[in-house]
């Protein structure tokens, strides 16, 4: 892997650290955060049924 994007990962997972804290403390794993440069929107699933992997 490039030695740039690996820094840039590593940033990253310092910049969202707080924010998958926060899920995990508040939320349920099933639990996603949507991140734009001028929001966060958190989505929870009440359900979720999964089926096969296979989309062939």
């Known amino acids: 892997m ?3 994007i ?3 990962a590593k940033t990253l ?3 969202a650290r707080p924010l998958v804290e926060y899920i995990r403390k508040h939320h349920t794993p099933m639990t996603t955060a949507i991140v734009t440069g001028a929001s966060v929107e958190i ?3 009440d359900i979720q049924v999964p089926f096969d ?3 062939d």
């Open 2 to 4: 490039n030695e740039n």
């Open 6 to 8: 690996k820094q840039e």
């Open 13 to 15: 997972e310092e910049a």
């Open 43 to 45: 989505l929870s699933t």
């Open 53 to 55: 992997d296979d989309w």
